[in-house]
């Protein structure tokens, strides 16, 4: 790398990409389609209307530590471990109660 820079070489050799001639579509394989600056635009909007947190959503972020054993069974099932989590521990609620791990009376 450094004797590319002593030379005044670029590792990317931008001007040579920035020479070559623009992408043209062959019309056969749609796959190999580029997309128009409409299509590009819209797909940026849409990527950005699904981050975040659903409008309307009563979680609530917070920091909690558990075994690793317990963290590697609810991750090895797949997406959704924390919803999992999630459902467990409100249904251990409905019999033990918010104080302490004690049976609700």
Same mark, same amino acid.
């Not at 020479?19 to 056969?28: E, I, L, R, T």
């Not at 990527?47 to 981050?51: M, P, Q, S, Y």
């Given at each position: 790398m450094r004797t590319a820079s002593i030379a005044g070489k670029s590792l990317t050799?931008?001007?040579r990409v920035r020479?070559?001639?623009?992408?043209?579509?062959? =019309?056969?394989d749609l796959d190999d389609k580029p997309l128009s600056q409409q299509e590009m635009r819209s797909?940026?909007?849409a990527?950005?209307?699904?981050?975040g947190r659903p409008v309307g959503s009563d979680k609530k972020s917070t920091t909690i530590r558990f075994d690793r054993d317990i963290l590697d069974a609810f991750r090895a099932? =797949?997406?959704g471990?924390?919803?999992r989590i999630n459902a467990a521990l409100r249904d251990w609620l409905k019999t033990h109660g918010p104080?302490?791990?004690r049976p609700q009376d």
């Open positions: 050799d931008v001007a020479a070559a001639s623009p992408y043209v579509w062959d =019309g056969k797909g940026i909007l990527a950005r209307k699904r981050r099932a =797949g997406p471990w924390q919803t104080s302490l791990g």
